[in-house]
């Protein structure tokens, strides 16, 4: 299985900027998508953005054209740009890895694997 580590969660004032990372350890192979989520106090933990093998890019509507996802296929890394920040994104974010684990060629399920979450704040 994956291990994943984020960094970069800060404290900042709205219209600010942060950067999150996530790196990728362990099993790193047949890993089909990488995203974030971000859970606030009292809330579900919810989707920001997702970025597939395929290179296809899925933003919650809240955050698009503010935040911006990018992978280091190299490093397995994801990054999360997150630009003009609003009090409502503050939450702990996570970074999520999907990962393809087969017994067969014919015989596969999804991994979920979560990192430790990193707090974000935005306050005047």
């Known amino acids: 299985q994956v291990q994943l580590a ?10 600010g900027s942060l950067r999150l990372s996530c ?5 790193v ?6 995203g974030w989520y971000r859970q606030a106090p009292g ?18 509507d809240p ?15 994801v990054f999360l740009q997150m630009n003009s920040l609003k009090p409502e994104d503050t939450a702990v974010y996570y970074c999520h890895a999907a990962q393809r684990v087969c017994f067969s060629v014919t015989n596969c399920y999804t991994s979920d694997s ?6 974000v704040t935005v306050s005047p």
């Open 6 to 15: 984020e960094s970069g969660g800060g404290s900042v004032q709205p219209g």
């Open 23 to 27: 790196a990728a350890s362990g099993i």
């Open 29 to 34: 192979f047949n890993i089909d998508a990488m």
């Open 43 to 60: 809330n579900q933990r919810e989707l920001v953005a997702t970025l597939t093998n395929d290179g296809s890019i899925n933003y919650r």
């Open 63 to 77: 955050v698009k054209g503010r935040f911006t996802i990018s992978r280091d296929n190299a490093k397995n890394m």
């Open 114 to 119: 979560w990192g430790q979450g990193t707090q």
